[in-house]
């Protein structure tokens, strides 16, 4: 049964992502490109991982390369 919601859950969450349904955020690069919106998808000590939702493509930033970012209000 856990095993049941777990997926579910998840599915929504890709679905929702994958539909531009997610929480977007501005993003500004190191090298003074303009801002950009995005969906986070998740970060870790080295990397920022977004998602274009435009191009539906999945971009991977060293976060050496990030100047700034911002979550949108609701």
């Known amino acids: 049964m856990v095993l049941i919601v777990i997926f579910a859950y998840a599915n929504r969450q890709a679905n929702n992502t ?3 349904n ?3 955020v501005d993003v500004t690069f190191a090298d003074g490109d ?3 919106t995005f969906t ?3 970060t870790t000590g080295q990397f920022v991982f977004l998602y274009d939702i435009e191009v539906r ?3 991977i930033h060293p ?3 990030i100047g700034e970012i ?3 209000a609701d």
């Open 34 to 36: 303009e801002e950009q």
């Open 57 to 59: 493509r999945v971009h």
């Open 22 to 24: 997610s929480k977007l």
């Open 18 to 20: 994958l539909e531009g």
């Open 70 to 72: 911002a979550f949108q």
């Open 40 to 42: 986070l998808l998740g």
């Open 63 to 65: 976060l050496e390369a």
